[in-house]
């Protein structure tokens, strides 16, 4: 076999490989991954069975049918039991997708309830806008709840932020028991208001909160507003814009770090007019 021979043999050999490569592209042009093949009822894909779980508390899923539909924005409700028959208040799983168009996907948040560490149940009950019983469905969720908890604390830091821009804080995490005769809210604030440890002032952080500070209420709108009262101690000899804006900014921060936390109202003996003032 002479070279040239060899060359069209090679030449011929090249284009049945470029051929084969767009005969394939072709084939497969068009073709995407076939959709999942949604179940039917309540599905709830966020937390998972048996899952230890902690608070706020994510819950996402859908409803597709067999008595589970949408309803002016939800789709039915979901409370926490525990093991003794102890229920905790009902809330509602809002719609994030058209109500009126099956599956209809939902999302919610449990905050810290009044259960104990341990075994629980997560109760749906589906929206049921007839009032019939033959109607009414239920589906049940077994979780673990955790003895232990996650938060974030904000302070300023002057390593991160050297030139001190008042207003911007920066988290640092902490571990906490789950104290269910207090709100998660309130554990955050409680570990604001001690400081930041040795470690993490070594990393530069610090706070701009006066020692000493307690606080005396947290109340919880369902506006998603959070109120929080301190003593007068918070604004016992703070002067400048720059330190209230930054005493305000750790406090809020923290607060914000909850998802169903929109905005937070601050006062001083339940004052909110004339506190904390430059």
Request: aromatic share 10%.
């Amino acid at each position: 076999m002479n070279n040239t021979t060899k060359k069209i043999i090679i030449i011929i050999l090249f284009f049945v490989v470029i051929l084969t490569g767009i005969g394939f592209w072709i084939f497969n042009e068009g073709k995407s991954e076939p959709e999942p093949v949604l179940q039917t009822g309540v599905v709830v894909t966020s937390p998972e069975t048996n899952e230890e779980v902690s608070f706020p508390l994510k819950i996402t899923g859908y409803v597709n049918g067999d008595g589970w539909t949408g309803f002016e924005g939800q789709v039915g409700t979901v409370k926490l039991l525990r093991q003794d028959g102890f229920s905790a208040k009902k809330v509602i799983l809002t719609a994030t997708t058209d109500w009126m168009t099956s599956p209809v996907y939902f999302e919610q948040y449990l905050t810290t309830v009044m259960i104990d560490p341990g075994e629980a149940t997560l109760v749906f009950q589906n929206e049921n806008p007839s009032g019939l019983a033959e109607n009414d469905r239920e589906f049940r969720l077994p979780v673990k709840i955790s003895p232990l908890n996650k938060i974030k604390v904000y302070f300023n830091n002057n390593k991160m932020d050297p030139e001190f821009s008042c207003n911007k804080v920066f988290a640092v995490e902490r571990t906490v028991s789950q104290n269910f005769q207090q709100l998660i809210y309130g554990e955050a604030i409680k570990e604001l208001l001690k400081g930041p440890t040795e470690e993490e002032k070594a990393q530069g952080f610090f706070s701009s909160i006066n020692p000493g500070i307690g606080y005396r209420e947290i109340i919880i709108g369902d506006d998603n507003i959070v109120r929080i009262d301190f003593n007068e101690k918070l604004e016992e000899a703070v002067g400048g814009s720059c330190r209230v804006a930054a005493i305000r900014a750790e406090i809020t921060q923290t607060l914000k770090q909850f998802p169903t936390i929109e905005n937070v109202i601050i006062s001083i003996n339940g004052r909110t007019e004339d506190i904390l003032q430059p």
